[in-house]
């Protein structure tokens, strides 16, 4: 069974650190920590700037779901 995550299409298609940390409930060191280590799909770094594909994320948070 496929959970919603219908709060997610509040936010704009590309995520900044600080809203990937809202949604996932997480640190900013994680969010870094993450990103470094490959784990945060769909991350794209701008010069200084990360940003976080909302659609990659929300696919690799409900493949990883439990019920």
Known sequence: ???DLAC???Y???LTVRQAQELLNVGRATIYRW??????PGAIQFGD????????LKRYVEGHMTR
């Open 8 to 10: 997610w299409d509040r």
């Open 12 to 14: 704009p298609d590309f």
């Open 1 to 3: 069974m496929k959970k």
């Open 35 to 40: 990103i470094e280590m490959g784990k945060l």
């Open 49 to 56: 700037t990360w940003r976080i594909s909302r659609e990659m």
